[in-house]
């Protein structure tokens, strides 16, 4: 239960820096990209930890799955509560540069600013560790310098599992938009996390860039390209699969016609249905001749 505890103490103070950062930046709203640099840090920050708990919870601390899948359910829906609009996710960002709806600017800020915060949560949580609070801790800092990749299958099948896992959390997304706060924070946290548990044995389903280089793209395995390919490039074909075309790069959409449907004005109708009475009259006005 100590290793649980600090674990929890770890959370609570990444989850107040994090709102400390949102609360301070009400008074300057030119500086919203801010908001996704803490979104990224306590969300890559604290899973982290979480993969701590996978990692050596089991054997060091007593800590089974069931408290893993628990703590990530919490980690998530608290970031979903806490940063409210700021996903914390670059790919969402690039979706709405790509759908016409961001200007070039705040997109490249704000995805600067979640790189630049997951790679302060990775250096965050290995001082954290460096502390060695307790033996899960101890042996984690010891893991530390070859850490374990969460990429466990080649590239083509990680390639095809993180694109099968973004394409089903985009239509799910697509349905939950317009829902309130109260339904879709929760089902979102639902979703991830079981998409995480199922896609643990293949690539973790990050389906988040800067989350995919705060975890796991510093371990030894794969180069820097192939995790590219796995945790970035899949989510560029999901995103195409999901729109089936991209509007800042094609004006027509690739994948799916789409059918026009013309609709005559009511005026249009009825002038027809005046010349169809005339055309009627002057024929029986014939007919009687």
Partial sequence: MAGLNA?????????????????????WPRFSFVSEFASSF???????????I???????????PDVTVTMLFVLLLTHGIICGGASGNPSLVVQTFLQLEAPVLPTVFAVAAQFVGAHLALLAAGYYWSLEL?????????????????????????????SACAF???LIQLNLRRRSALIRVP??????????????????AFMNPSLAYGVTFHCPGFTLREYAVVYWL?????????????????A???????????RVPKGDKAEKKKNSVRKMSSNRITGHL
């Fill in 7 to 27: 674990s929890l103490g770890y959370f609570v103070a990444v989850v107040i820096f994090t709102a400390s950062v949102k609360i301070l930046l009400r008074k």
């Fill in 134 to 162: 307790t033996d899960m801790h101890m042996i984690k800092n010891l893991m530390s310098v070859s850490c374990s990749t969460s990429l466990l299958v080649p590239v083509s099948q990680g390639f095809f599992t993180e």
């Fill in 252 to 262: 027509r959409n690739l994948l799916y016609c789409q059918k026009t449907r013309f």
């Fill in 187 to 204: 089902l979102t946290a639902v979703l991830l996390t079981f998409l995480s548990h199922t896609a643990r044995g293949y690539t973790s």
């Fill in 42 to 52: 306590m969300l890559v920050a604290c899973w982290l930890e979480v993969q701590t």
């Fill in 54 to 64: 996978v990692e050596v919870g089991a054997w060091a601390g007593g800590l089974g």
């Fill in 168 to 170: 089903i959390f985009h």
């Fill in 234 to 250: 899949s989510l560029t074909f999901a995103l195409l699969l999901y729109m089936g075309h991209i509007p800042r790069l094609f």
